[in-house]
């Protein structure tokens, strides 16, 4: 017995280890001759968990890692955000995979041949670089090493510590209050922004950052806010119309981690809004229904609700719950057709074969009353501006909204 378990570790470390796999010195000298690269380091706030290896011809594998829906066949890796380290002047490739999603458990193919991406040497300062879809549906991004940092990201990214900054620059602003009311599942504090006078005649809701990979609707949130509070005349006279309740950054735990879609534990934001959510899988959703039970009860009901997103369409997502559809749909065709009149948005609206069960379209419209809207902003271009998207073109937005919703609420 003794001799045969002296055969199976034997066989065990055969395995393991076997004659072909060289030593660990023959392997790095092997790699110093291949390529220019240090490393990849993702260790950073809103960096994107992911796994690299180095190709023979010399091409980086970058391996995205996917979130999972809780009791649910979706998954998704959409974001990326990492640093490569390498010598300046060299020259890399980088191939991205694992693009296969699943949403609402149908397959998805995000990567696509225009699919944007960005660079940047201090992780502030962004620029478009391009991408190439190839087999097997993976990204081909090739990059140039100024210096011998650059950081590599899918869209302009909007940090948790981005959002920190713009709360303490208007935080002691007479027209702004910042109320907690709740906590994410790793108990980070969920803010509502309230910007304007609280007895305003109209009062609008909108919401930021459900799903950790779009930061188009924070830098959106980001422009509103500064061009309410520029003190001027037109601004007084937008704020004595209308006072705006910010929930900026819904999934603050996947910003901060660098995740694509679903909360920590594997809820997804924008979904299940048709019944009340559960406190202890999505407390963020949870916190926001008992915020709006309480301004109902107190008679501020919203008169409108925005929810920003980021897909590669462009769309305005109409819900259509079944409710007497009537009024809203009237104003939902008021709300773009105001859009298109004071904002670069030219894209459209989902037509009425359209559905998108559990939204938070259609849960706050059906359960609390609430013109609700879901607005993706194509993550890849801008067609009302001609080019791909950077947080200031999003920020031009936000600023345009004010126009939208003076006149949205002055029905001459």
């Known amino acids: 017995m003794r001799k045969l378990m002296s055969f199976m570790k034997l066989s065990l470390?055969?395995?393991?280890?076997?004659?072909?796999?060289?030593?660990?010195?023959?392997?790095?000298?092997?790699?110093?001759?291949?390529?220019?690269?240090?490393?990849?380091?993702?260790?950073?706030?809103?960096?994107?968990p992911l796994h690299w290896e180095i190709q023979p011809d010399g091409t980086i594998l970058i391996s995205l890692m996917y979130d999972h829906e809780r009791s649910s066949l979706n998954r998704a890796s959409g974001h990326w955000h990492f640093q490569v380290r390498a010598e300046a002047g060299s020259d890399l490739t980088l191939v991205l995979q694992n693009f296969y999603n699943i949403w609402?458990?149908?397959?998805?193919?995000?990567?696509?041949?225009?699919?944007?991406?960005?660079?940047?040497?201090?992780?502030?300062?962004?620029?478009?670089?391009?991408?190439?879809?190839?087999?097997?549906?993976?990204?081909?991004?090739?990059?140039?090493?100024?210096?011998?940092?650059?950081?590599?990201?899918?869209?302009?990214?909007?940090?948790?510590?981005?959002?920190?900054?713009?709360?303490?620059?208007?935080?002691?602003?007479?027209?702004?209050?910042i109320a907690e009311i709740g906590k994410t599942v790793e108990g980070r504090p969920l803010e509502i922004v309230r910007v304007g006078h609280a007895n305003a005649p109209h009062r609008i809701f909108i919401r930021g950052r459900a799903h950790a990979w779009?930061?188009?609707?924070?830098?959106?949130?980001?422009?509103?806010?500064?061009?309410?509070?520029?003190?001027?005349?037109?601004?007084?006279?937008?704020?004595?119309?209308?006072?705006?309740?910010?929930?900026?950054?819904?999934?603050?735990?996947?910003?901060?981690?660098?995740?694509?879609?679903?909360?920590?534990?594997?809820?997804?934001?924008?979904?299940?809004?048709?019944?009340?959510?559960?406190?202890d899988l999505a407390p963020e959703?949870?916190?926001?229904?008992?915020?709006?039970?309480?301004?109902?009860?107190?008679?501020?009901?919203?008169?409108?609700?925005?929810?920003?997103?980021?897909?590669?369409?462009?769309?305005?997502?109409?819900?259509?719950?079944?409710?007497?559809?009537?009024?809203?749909?009237?104003n939902m065709e008021r709300f773009e057709h105001l859009l298109r009149k004071h904002t670069w948005f030219t894209e459209g609206s989902t037509g009425s074969n359209f559905r998108n069960p559990g939204s938070i379209g259609g849960g706050l419209l059906e359960r609390f009353g609430i013109d609700a809207v879901v607005y993706e902003l194509n993550a890849n271009w801008i067609e009302g501006l001609q080019k791909v998207p950077l947080g200031r073109d999003w920020e031009l937005l936000g600023r345009q909204l004010h126009n939208v919703f003076y006149e949205y609420f002055h029905r001459d």
């Not at 072909?20 to 490393?39: F, M, N, S």
């Open 214 to 279: 779009e930061p188009g609707g924070n830098w959106v949130i980001q422009g509103l806010i500064n061009n309410a509070l520029r003190s001027d005349q037109k601004s007084r006279r937008l704020l004595d119309t209308y006072c705006l309740y910010i929930l900026p950054m819904a999934n603050k735990d996947r910003v901060a981690r660098g995740g694509t879609r679903f909360n920590m534990r594997g809820m997804d934001l924008n979904r299940k809004w048709d019944k009340p959510a559960d406190p």
């Open 285 to 330: 959703n949870a916190a926001l229904e008992a915020w709006l039970d309480r301004m109902i009860k107190r008679g501020f009901k919203p008169h409108l609700a925005i929810d920003f997103h980021n897909d590669g369409g462009g769309n305005l997502h109409i819900a259509r719950p079944n409710v007497n559809l009537e009024s809203y749909l009237a």
């Open 13 to 48: 470390v055969v395995i393991l280890i076997p004659a072909h796999v060289g030593t660990g010195a023959e392997k790095r000298t092997k790699i110093e001759r291949q390529t220019p690269l240090v490393y990849i380091n993702t260790l950073f706030e809103n960096g994107s």
């Open 104 to 177: 609402n458990g149908m397959p998805a193919r995000p990567a696509n041949g225009n699919t944007s991406c960005y660079a940047s040497q201090d992780g502030q300062n962004w620029t478009s670089i391009l991408t190439e879809r190839i087999e097997d549906e993976r990204l081909r991004i090739r990059i140039h090493m100024e210096s011998d940092s650059l950081y590599v990201a899918r869209l302009e990214p909007y940090r948790v510590s981005d959002l920190e900054q713009l709360l303490d620059t208007i935080r002691d602003h007479p027209l702004v209050k």
